[in-house]
């Protein structure tokens, strides 16, 4: 039975790509590069984030990329409270609490940053917790996910992880539990059918379609 769901924040509960990609494209234009498109952006996005930010042509000899985090930050965070969150996001939260299942916010963010986004967007009280990392440069998420596990005695069967990248199916297979990714964040419909998870067309599937998703193999 799923007791809890996971939700990526990034690219799933918040729509921040457009964002993100204006301040990709800042840092190249001051670096001389040439700027990517949407369709290019969601076809090299990745994590670790260092690694994007090389597939996209940032120069690590021109800034470092610890200097460029902080400006990415310094920007990102006032002009993300500006974003809307996916439709249905609150409806499918209050849905799965009406069936008894917790929903977590997971995400790569710095913790503060998080939680100031969240109580910006007024979910704060909405998600039963918010885990973020302890710094601003976007690492992994499993071993925040693998402690919550622990701490809380949380089987396999008893969750599921909801995200838009294939970072998001790696944090799930680490701990050998189902993912479903939607395909209007951060990576294309093409990244993601690469990786093993199910693809749904609309976070709110997870309400339209309950009985299937949440069905017990």
Do not use: W
Not at 28 to 51: A, C, D, G, M
Not at 74 to 100: M, T, W
Not at 162 to 179: M, P, Q
Request: proline share 2%; with cysteine; net charge negative.
């Amino acid at each position: 039975m799923i007791k809890y769901v996971f939700f990526d924040f990034n690219g799933t509960i918040i729509d921040d790509v457009d964002l993100c990609l204006d301040l990709l494209n800042d840092i190249l234009r001051e670096q001389h590069k040439k700027e990517v498109s949407l369709e290019e952006y969601k076809n090299i996005f990745t994590f670790p984030i260092r690694r994007y930010y090389e597939l996209a042509g940032v120069d690590f000899n021109i800034e470092s990329y610890e200097s460029l985090a902080i400006k990415f930050i310094e920007k990102y965070q006032p002009a993300s409270y500006n974003c809307n969150l996916y439709p249905g996001i609150r409806d499918v939260v209050e849905f799965l609490h009406s069936k008894g299942i917790k929903c977590v916010i997971l995400s790569a963010s710095e913790i503060n940053n998080l939680k100031d986004q969240c109580e910006k967007f007024k979910i704060d009280t909405l998600f039963d917790d918010i885990l973020g990392i302890s710094n601003i440069h976007a690492a992994s998420k499993v071993g925040i996910a693998k402690d919550y596990f622990k701490l809380h005695d949380i089987k396999p069967n008893e969750a599921i992880f909801i995200g838009d990248t294939l970072h998001d199916e790696e944090v799930a297979t680490s701990l050998n539990v189902k993912s479903f990714l939607v395909p209007n964040g951060h990576q294309s419909y093409e990244v993601l059918t690469s990786g093993k998870s199910q693809i749904l067309s609309d976070i709110r599937c997870l309400k339209d379609d309950y009985e299937n998703i949440f069905k017990i193999d």
